[in-house]
């Protein structure tokens, strides 16, 4: 599994991304369900947010992400960055 970031940021007035809060955090559920996304949340100040997400292939990560609601209405750019964890805590 690969290891990547992907960094939300805003390019809509906060009143405009509220409008579309629900949807990303229903697709935000999803990507969790797939075992995708770790973990995620606003930066602060509230410019975007981040999500810690892994996948087999950089393709199969970008073609999820781009379903997010924030980038398919255009309120988001979002970048995503793999990098490789030196260490990680096994939970269970």
């Known amino acids: ?3 990547f970031i992907i960094d939300l940021e805003y390019k809509a007035p906060i009143e ?4 579309h ?3 990303h955090m229903d697709y935000i559920h999803v990507g969790r369900d ?3 996304f770790i973990s995620w949340g606003p930066k602060v100040p509230r410019s ?6 892994r ?3 950089r393709e199969e990560i970008e073609a999820f992400a781009a379903t997010d609601p924030f980038i398919v209405e255009g ?3 979002m970048v995503i ?4 964890a030196r260490r990680e805590i096994k939970h269970g």
Do not use: C, H, R, W
Request: cysteine-free; charged content about 30%; glycine content about 10%.
């Open 1 to 3: 599994m690969k290891n």
């Open 21 to 23: 809060l629900d949807p």
């Open 16 to 19: 405009e991304i509220e409008k």
């Open 81 to 84: 960055t793999e990098f490789v």
């Open 34 to 36: 797939k075992g995708y």
């Open 48 to 53: 975007g947010g981040l999500i810690i997400a």
């Open 55 to 57: 996948a087999e292939t």
């Open 75 to 77: 309120v988001s750019n």
